[in-house]
């Protein structure tokens, strides 16, 4: 069973960076594609960027030249590099999984029930204040 916890969040003033990690066990670098997602207060969970087993990425319009989805296999570990941070990305950050087959990093990131992928940490708040 693939269990997930995230660390690295903060608060942070606007045009700051944090870098967040998702440490996981009981996986196989292997089989499943990671995502990191987020949710801001009274908001939908939405997807931020998705890193494939071949390391290829994909990104939401909102992260496109600021964040950078990233993992070291030999560690287990994601990340999420964000820079040049906003008011707007004050969120609680979540990593997730999902076994591949059948998922993509596209189809992680445009998820629609989230229930549906395989693992989900318990988030971490970044607060970035103007």
């Known amino acids: 069973q693939v269990q997930l916890v995230e660390s690295g969040g903060g608060s942070v003033q606007a045009g700051g960076s944090l870098r967040l990690s998702c440490a996981a066990s009981?996986?196989?670098?292997?089989?499943?594609?990671l995502g990191w997602f987020r949710q801001a207060p009274g908001k939908e969970r939405e997807g931020v960027a998705a890193?494939?087993?071949?390391?290829?990425?994909t990104y939401a319009d909102s992260a496109k030249g600021r964040f950078t989805i990233s993992k070291d296999n030999a560690k287990n570990t994601l990340y999420l590099q964000m820079n040049s941070l906003k008011p707007d990305d004050t969120s609680m950050y979540y990593c997730?999984?999902?076994?591949?087959?059948?998922?993509?990093?596209?189809?992680?990131?445009?998820?629609?029930?989230?229930?549906?992928?395989?693992?989900w940490g318990q988030g971490t708040l970044v607060t970035v204040s103007s």
């Open positions: 997730a999984a999902a076994k591949k087959p059948p998922w993509t990093a596209v189809h992680v990131l445009y998820v629609i029930d989230s229930n549906a992928l395989d693992a």
């Open positions: 009981g996986y196989m670098h292997s089989s499943y594609v």
């Open positions: 890193i494939d087993t071949d390391g290829s990425t």
